[in-house]
Protein backbone atom coordinates (compact mmCIF):
# COMPACT_ATOMS: atom_id res chain seq x y z
CA UNK A 1 0.00 0.00 0.00
CA UNK A 2 2.16 3.06 -0.89
CA UNK A 3 1.13 5.73 1.70
CA UNK A 4 2.96 8.38 0.73
CA UNK A 5 1.04 8.92 -2.89
CA UNK A 6 -2.76 7.44 -1.71
CA UNK A 7 -2.62 8.82 2.09
CA UNK A 8 -1.50 12.45 3.06
CA UNK A 9 0.09 11.86 6.26
CA UNK A 10 2.82 14.33 7.83
CA UNK A 11 5.95 13.77 9.26
CA UNK A 12 6.02 13.54 12.85
CA UNK A 13 7.66 15.05 15.65
CA UNK A 14 10.08 12.90 17.85
CA UNK A 15 8.15 14.06 20.83
CA UNK A 16 4.67 13.37 20.53
CA UNK A 17 4.91 10.21 19.88
CA UNK A 18 3.79 7.40 20.14
CA UNK A 19 0.30 9.33 20.21
CA UNK A 20 1.11 11.24 17.09
CA UNK A 21 1.04 7.74 15.13
CA UNK A 22 -2.15 6.59 16.64
CA UNK A 23 -3.72 10.06 15.54
CA UNK A 24 -2.17 9.30 12.28
CA UNK A 25 -4.20 5.91 11.69
CA UNK A 26 -7.53 6.79 13.52
CA UNK A 27 -7.65 9.87 10.66
CA UNK A 28 -6.92 7.35 7.85
CA UNK A 29 -10.03 5.18 9.76
CA UNK A 30 -12.41 8.56 9.82
CA UNK A 31 -12.12 9.43 6.28
CA UNK A 32 -13.00 5.82 5.16
CA UNK A 33 -9.70 4.95 3.59
CA UNK A 34 -8.87 2.11 6.21
CA UNK A 35 -11.78 -0.30 6.69
CA UNK A 36 -12.80 -3.12 9.12
CA UNK A 37 -10.53 -6.27 8.49
CA UNK A 38 -8.26 -4.88 6.18
CA UNK A 39 -4.95 -4.74 6.99
CA UNK A 40 -3.10 -1.65 7.69
CA UNK A 41 0.32 -0.68 6.01
CA UNK A 42 3.37 -2.29 6.72
CA UNK A 43 5.35 -1.50 9.96
CA UNK A 44 8.33 -0.41 7.64
CA UNK A 45 6.00 1.46 5.44
CA UNK A 46 4.24 3.33 7.96
CA UNK A 47 7.75 3.78 9.65
CA UNK A 48 8.87 5.49 6.31
CA UNK A 49 6.08 7.34 5.77
CA UNK A 50 5.19 8.96 8.75
CA UNK A 51 9.14 9.64 9.57
CA UNK A 52 9.97 7.56 12.83
CA UNK A 53 10.92 4.31 14.06
CA UNK A 54 10.19 1.06 13.63
CA UNK A 55 9.69 0.53 17.37
CA UNK A 56 7.39 3.29 17.68
CA UNK A 57 5.14 1.75 15.28
CA UNK A 58 5.21 -1.07 17.08
CA UNK A 59 4.42 0.84 20.32
CA UNK A 60 1.56 2.38 18.81
CA UNK A 61 0.31 -0.86 17.61
CA UNK A 62 0.05 -1.84 21.03
CA UNK A 63 -1.74 0.96 22.03
CA UNK A 64 -4.00 0.43 19.57
CA UNK A 65 -4.32 -3.73 19.74
CA UNK A 66 -5.08 -2.84 23.79
CA UNK A 67 -8.35 -0.55 22.86
CA UNK A 68 -9.78 -3.15 20.61
CA UNK A 69 -9.17 -1.29 17.56
CA UNK A 70 -6.90 -3.68 15.70
CA UNK A 71 -5.48 -7.02 15.93
CA UNK A 72 -2.06 -8.06 15.34
CA UNK A 73 -1.26 -11.33 13.97
CA UNK A 74 2.50 -12.29 14.11
CA UNK A 75 4.10 -12.43 10.85
CA UNK A 76 1.04 -11.25 9.15
CA UNK A 77 0.06 -7.72 10.27
CA UNK A 78 -2.43 -5.36 12.11
CA UNK A 79 -5.74 -5.70 10.58
CA UNK A 80 -8.58 -3.40 11.72
CA UNK A 81 -11.53 -4.65 13.71
CA UNK A 82 -13.58 -1.52 14.74
CA UNK A 83 -14.42 1.89 14.15
CA UNK A 84 -11.77 4.55 14.96
CA UNK A 85 -11.58 6.44 18.51
CA UNK A 86 -13.60 9.20 19.66
CA UNK A 87 -12.05 12.97 20.49
CA UNK A 88 -12.78 12.14 24.26
CA UNK A 89 -11.09 8.52 24.01
CA UNK A 90 -8.28 10.08 22.32
CA UNK A 91 -7.59 12.79 24.71
CA UNK A 92 -8.39 10.17 27.46
CA UNK A 93 -5.61 7.69 26.37
CA UNK A 94 -3.00 10.88 25.44
CA UNK A 95 -3.35 11.78 28.95
CA UNK A 96 -2.50 8.25 30.12
CA UNK A 97 0.45 7.68 27.04
CA UNK A 98 2.06 10.82 27.89
CA UNK A 99 1.69 10.93 31.50
CA UNK A 100 5.20 10.22 32.24
CA UNK A 101 7.82 11.74 30.79
CA UNK A 102 11.05 9.30 29.47
CA UNK A 103 13.35 10.83 32.13
CA UNK A 104 10.84 9.62 35.14
CA UNK A 105 10.63 6.33 33.19
CA UNK A 106 14.51 5.82 32.86
CA UNK A 107 14.76 6.94 37.04
CA UNK A 108 12.14 4.49 37.36
CA UNK A 109 13.81 1.78 35.61
CA UNK A 110 17.23 2.60 37.77
CA UNK A 111 15.24 1.49 40.88
CA UNK A 112 13.54 -1.59 39.65
CA UNK A 113 16.07 -2.75 37.64
CA UNK A 114 18.73 -2.24 40.60
CA UNK A 115 17.08 -4.22 43.06
CA UNK A 116 16.53 -6.89 40.75
CA UNK A 117 20.10 -7.08 39.63
CA UNK A 118 20.84 -7.43 43.33
CA UNK A 119 18.09 -10.41 44.07
CA UNK A 120 19.15 -12.20 40.37
CA UNK A 121 22.33 -12.47 42.47
CA UNK A 122 21.04 -14.38 45.40
CA UNK A 123 18.37 -16.18 43.77
CA UNK A 124 19.39 -17.32 39.65
CA UNK A 125 19.73 -21.13 39.29
CA UNK A 126 22.08 -22.40 37.25
CA UNK A 127 19.81 -22.42 34.41
CA UNK A 128 18.85 -18.41 34.68
CA UNK A 129 22.43 -17.45 34.38
CA UNK A 130 22.55 -19.94 31.23
CA UNK A 131 19.57 -18.03 29.79
CA UNK A 132 21.22 -14.85 30.48
CA UNK A 133 24.46 -15.91 29.08
CA UNK A 134 22.72 -17.02 26.14
CA UNK A 135 20.95 -13.44 25.43
CA UNK A 136 24.21 -12.03 25.72
CA UNK A 137 25.75 -14.29 23.25
CA UNK A 138 22.99 -13.34 20.73
CA UNK A 139 24.06 -9.79 21.39
CA UNK A 140 27.57 -10.70 20.72
CA UNK A 141 26.20 -11.60 17.25
CA UNK A 142 24.25 -8.51 16.12
CA UNK A 143 26.69 -6.06 14.29
CA UNK A 144 24.88 -3.24 12.71
CA UNK A 145 21.47 -4.60 13.39
CA UNK A 146 19.67 -2.01 15.94
CA UNK A 147 16.18 -3.54 16.01
CA UNK A 148 18.04 -7.34 16.10
CA UNK A 149 20.11 -6.03 18.54
CA UNK A 150 17.24 -4.51 21.07
CA UNK A 151 15.59 -7.41 20.61
CA UNK A 152 18.48 -9.37 22.61
CA UNK A 153 18.76 -6.52 24.98
CA UNK A 154 15.13 -7.30 25.90
CA UNK A 155 15.63 -11.13 26.51
CA UNK A 156 18.46 -10.32 28.19
CA UNK A 157 17.29 -7.80 30.52
CA UNK A 158 13.90 -9.98 31.40
CA UNK A 159 16.10 -13.37 31.81
CA UNK A 160 17.38 -11.10 34.39
CA UNK A 161 14.70 -10.29 35.72
CA UNK A 162 13.58 -14.31 35.69
CA UNK A 163 16.58 -15.01 37.69
CA UNK A 164 15.67 -12.46 40.95
CA UNK A 165 12.23 -14.61 40.88
CA UNK A 166 9.92 -11.56 42.00
CA UNK A 167 7.10 -11.45 39.23
CA UNK A 168 5.76 -7.95 40.86
CA UNK A 169 9.30 -6.84 39.74
CA UNK A 170 9.46 -8.55 36.09
CA UNK A 171 6.15 -6.89 35.00
CA UNK A 172 7.08 -3.38 36.53
CA UNK A 173 10.18 -3.94 33.89
CA UNK A 174 7.62 -4.94 31.19
CA UNK A 175 5.99 -1.48 31.89
CA UNK A 176 9.14 0.70 31.41
CA UNK A 177 10.35 -1.11 28.77
CA UNK A 178 7.74 -0.98 26.45
CA UNK A 179 8.12 2.94 27.44
CA UNK A 180 11.53 3.25 26.11
CA UNK A 181 11.51 1.91 22.98
CA UNK A 182 12.23 4.88 20.80
CA UNK A 183 15.02 5.97 23.35
CA UNK A 184 16.95 2.42 23.57
CA UNK A 185 16.89 2.87 19.54
CA UNK A 186 18.53 6.71 19.90
CA UNK A 187 21.02 4.78 22.08
CA UNK A 188 22.46 1.84 20.14
CA UNK A 189 22.85 4.00 17.29
CA UNK A 190 25.32 6.33 19.12
CA UNK A 191 29.28 5.90 17.87
CA UNK A 192 30.53 2.61 19.55
CA UNK A 193 27.14 2.44 21.67
CA UNK A 194 26.66 -1.15 20.93
CA UNK A 195 30.42 -2.17 21.91
CA UNK A 196 29.54 -0.44 25.20
CA UNK A 197 26.51 -2.15 26.24
CA UNK A 198 27.86 -5.37 25.60
CA UNK A 199 30.85 -4.87 27.97
CA UNK A 200 28.70 -3.63 30.50
CA UNK A 201 26.26 -6.15 30.13
CA UNK A 202 29.37 -8.96 30.53
CA UNK A 203 30.23 -7.38 33.81
CA UNK A 204 26.87 -7.67 35.29
CA UNK A 205 26.62 -11.23 33.89
CA UNK A 206 29.70 -11.83 35.81
CA UNK A 207 28.84 -10.34 38.72
CA UNK A 208 26.21 -12.73 39.15
CA UNK A 209 27.88 -15.78 38.23
CA UNK A 210 30.14 -14.62 41.10
CA UNK A 211 26.90 -14.19 43.74
CA UNK A 212 28.02 -10.42 44.33
CA UNK A 213 24.84 -8.08 44.34
CA UNK A 214 26.38 -5.48 44.57
CA UNK A 215 28.64 -5.33 42.01
CA UNK A 216 25.80 -6.25 39.61
CA UNK A 217 23.90 -3.65 41.16
CA UNK A 218 26.15 -1.22 40.63
CA UNK A 219 26.98 -2.11 36.77
CA UNK A 220 23.04 -2.02 36.19
CA UNK A 221 23.18 1.43 37.31
CA UNK A 222 25.71 2.25 35.17
CA UNK A 223 24.38 0.99 32.13
CA UNK A 224 20.74 2.17 32.24
CA UNK A 225 22.79 5.92 33.63
CA UNK A 226 23.74 6.12 29.76
CA UNK A 227 20.51 5.16 28.85
CA UNK A 228 19.57 8.38 31.82
CA UNK A 229 22.16 11.01 29.59
CA UNK A 230 20.61 9.44 25.98
CA UNK A 231 17.41 10.98 27.38
CA UNK A 232 18.19 14.51 28.33
CA UNK A 233 20.00 14.61 25.06
CA UNK A 234 17.21 13.88 22.93
CA UNK A 235 14.17 13.91 24.88
CA UNK A 236 14.66 17.54 26.47
Known amino acids: ?26 LLIKDGQLKVDERLPAERELAESLGVSRPSIREAMRILESLGVVTVKSGSGAYLNSKYLSADDLIQLQETVEKFTFLEVVEARKIIEGEIALLAAKNATIQ ?49 RSRLMEVNLVVVKAPNQIAAVRAIHKKILDSLVARDGDKARSYMLEHLGIIGEAVNKSYK
Open 128 to 176: DLANIRESLNKMELMTGAENAFLLADYSFHMAIADAAKNRVLKEMLKTT
Open 1 to 26: MPMKSEFGLKKINKKTLPMSVVEQIQ
